[in-house]
């Protein structure tokens, strides 16, 4: 499933045949036909959602969390899973390194903090981060919640781009 609004009529969140203002409209796309089937019934069980479209290639979509990530999308922000952000952080880290940002942005931030933003940068997932730092899931996220608003980030990616913008991260050299 990509994150793209389905159909070139407008936004997401624009008025299907239904006349709802409200409805999402949702394109499916999977290469095994029975995972859209499966796709399909769960977009169409919910009222805001429904599905306009179907392909038969797509990237693979995290079904436990399909209906928030269409939400989420139809929103405007952006949903990227570990995974891609892992993909994103390494095509950052292929392209050259620009000056670091000098508006002291990282000053404000505690210790933990900090730490919680080099594990985001390395493309950690909350999970992943918990355990590392011996935290819960929940302490986590209310780090990187904390993040987003003092480094005026929309999302996890942003904080990568941050991260290595400021120095934090540093791109690995592969020998």
């Not at 909350?126 to 904390?146: C, D, G, P, Q």
């Amino acid at each position: 499933m990509n994150g793209r609004p389905a159909g070139p009529s407008g936004p997401a969140s624009a008025a299907g045949p239904s006349g709802r203002a409200d409805e999402i409209r949702v394109l499916i796309a999977d290469d095994e036909a029975l995972v859209r089937a499966g796709f399909r019934m769960l977009v169409d069980s919910a009222a805001d959602l429904r599905v306009v479209g179907e392909a038969c290639d797509g990237i693979q979509a995290p079904p436990e969390h399909l209906l928030d990530a269409i939400r989420i999308v139809a929103r405007g922000d952006a949903l990227l899973t570990p995974s891609i952000t892992r993909r994103l952080i390494a095509e950052f880290a292929r392209r050259p390194r620009t000056a670091p940002a000098a508006d002291g942005a990282l000053a404000h931030l505690t210790e933990r903090e900090y730490e919680v933003l080099e594990q985001v940068a390395a493309g950690l997932s909350n999970a992943e981060i918990a355990a590392n730092l011996h935290l819960s899931v929940a302490t986590i996220k209310t780090h990187v919640s904390r993040l987003l608003s003092k480094l005026h980030g929309r999302d996890r990616a942003q904080l990568v781009v941050i991260a290595y913008e400021t120095g934090v991260a540093a791109p690995r050299r592969l020998t």
